[in-house]
């Protein structure tokens, strides 16, 4: 789906290939040859459409982006509740049972990422007013998204569900685990809830177990350290 001219990798034989809409447009130019020399890769500049340049970022559309388009869903289901809420005496009230649609893909969407992104942990950590989700890499936590406080807890209640866990136990820790289909791989993870002041904070560890077996090579030792041991 590469724009037409394009080579087949975008670094190829040392030289980086980007795509550039309006060839004229000179600060672009000048960013981007002070990326080039700081990095120490030349580039080559290709000409593409409007088009192409909106493919290639729905292509690498990242986690805020998707997410926000599920939040923009739960927005609205919360705002057609409410006006059902406020409907007069006497008249029908329906309820959407698909209301909790976007909280699925919230949960869905977060938990690809982490996987994809070789999380070892995703933490979700609520506050007075957002609710931040980190991710565990290489040791270090990184906060990777914030989600509004008021998803806060649908999204913990998606997850108790898939966990097993207690919904309306709130004031006590709960552990639970559960297994999904990530990039056509089993995922196991391993999930704990503790109480806190603004809502329960979870933690999910992730069990990957096509990356499980983790050779004594692959951890970094010298060759003579290696056979020492």
């Given at each position: 789906n590469r724009p037409s001219g394009w080579p087949r990798n975008v670094r190829e034989d040392g030289v980086l290939s980007v795509g550039i809409v309006n060839p004229d447009n000179i600060e672009a130019q000048d960013a981007l040859q002070f990326i080039s020399t700081?990095?120490?890769?030349?580039?080559?500049?290709?000409?593409?459409?409007?088009a192409d340049f909106e493919r290639v970022l729905e292509e690498y559309q990242n986690l805020t982006g998707e997410v926000g388009e599920a939040l923009s869903e739960f927005e609205g289901s919360i705002a057609e509740e409410e006006k059902e809420l406020n409907k007069k005496p006497g008249e029908k009230v329906e309820t959407d049972i698909k209301a909790d649609a976007p909280v699925t893909k919230i949960v869905a969407t977060i938990l690809r990422y982490a996987v994809e992104g070789g999380a070892s942990d995703i933490h979700v950590e609520p506050s007075p007013e957002k609710t931040r989700v980190r991710f565990r890499m290489d040791g270090d936590l990184h906060t990777s998204l914030e989600l509004p406080g008021k998803v806060h807890p649908a999204v913990v209640a998606r997850i108790k569900i898939l966990s097993q866990m207690r919904l309306d136990e709130k004031r006590k820790p709960q552990d639970g685990r559960f297994s999904a289909q990530v990039e056509g791989r089993r995922i196991d993870f391993r999930v704990s809830t503790f109480p806190t002041e603004y809502g329960e904070k979870v933690v999910m560890r992730i069990l990957d177990r096509a990356k499980s077996a983790v050779t004594l090579e692959s951890l970094g030792f010298g060759k003579d350290d290696l056979a020492t041991i």
């Open positions: 700081k990095v120490g890769i030349p580039y080559k500049l290709y000409l593409i459409t409007q």
